[in-house]
């Protein structure tokens, strides 16, 4: 079965230090991988993704993604964090399941960043 | 352009009732999903359809039902309601079921209580 792990609740940081939020995968076949944050009172939003290609990804708000197969690690890095980050992040993975295929998310992880 | 539009944001059942929650996009998107986000849990996949007319079952779908009669709506019913149903639900979409390079857009959810 495909999986995501998300090893911590909540990851703490200091504004204009670097962050990481870390996510490993278990899948059969290729990894398609996600990352959505999710503010207070709102859907999900789309950050990025790893398909194929570099495993430096690039996504939004300054967002990036390592992705490292031989440590099944996708793990969501930012330069400097800022108070605004602070949300609930969710790694995914996606995976074909013969009519479509579907996403499966981790259990999140509360990024807090402080001033 | 409004998105993914779910009602209402807030409800309260009493256990036995049963209600729809209602989702709408305007992206003229062939996929659509309902997700249902528990503490701890993450996001977990109740039903999904991969266009009019086609719907299919996902991790936890029983006390559900979905239908899709329009490209547009997916609403969600619950038949006889079960405090264990107490959650956040959310509609999601994307271009496709079977692109992998097709993210999902959220709803902003629909927070459900059970009594």
């Known amino acids: 079965a495909q999986s995501v792990a998300q090893p911590e609740d909540q990851v703490n940081v200091a504004e204009g230090n670097p962050l990481t939020v870390k996510c490993t995968y278990s899948v059969s076949g290729n990894p398609y991988l996600f990352w959505y944050v999710q503010y207070p009172n709102r859907g999900l939003q789309f950050l990025l993704k790893y398909i194929t290609g570099d495993n430096l990804v690039k996504g939004s708000y300054g967002f990036e993604a390592e992705f490292n197969k031989s440590q099944t690690s996708f793990h969501l890095k930012k330069p400097s964090a800022l108070v605004s980050d602070s949300a609930l992040y969710f790694c995914?993975?996606?995976?074909?399941?013969?009519?479509?295929?579907?996403?499966?998310f981790g259990t999140g992880t509360r990024l807090q960043v402080t001033l | 352009n409004a998105g993914v539009t779910q009602t209402p944001k807030f409800q309260v059942l009493k256990t036995g009732q049963s209600m729809t929650l209602q989702c709408a996009q305007d992206m003229n998107h062939e996929y659509m999903s309902w997700y249902r986000q528990d503490p701890g849990m993450g996001l977990r996949l109740i039903h999904y359809?991969?266009?009019?007319?086609?719907?299919d079952q996902g991790e936890v779908p029983n006390g559900y039902n979905v239908s899709r009669s329009t490209t547009e709506d997916f609403p969600l019913r619950l038949l006889s309601a079960a405090p264990s149903q107490t959650s956040v639900y959310f509609c999601a979409s994307s271009r496709t079921g079977s692109s992998y390079n097709s993210p999902l857009h959220f709803g902003n959810g629909t927070r459900l209580t059970v009594t």
């Open positions: 359809s991969v266009g009019a007319g086609i719907t």
């Open positions: 995914a993975v996606r995976h074909d399941t013969g009519t479509a295929s579907k996403l499966t």
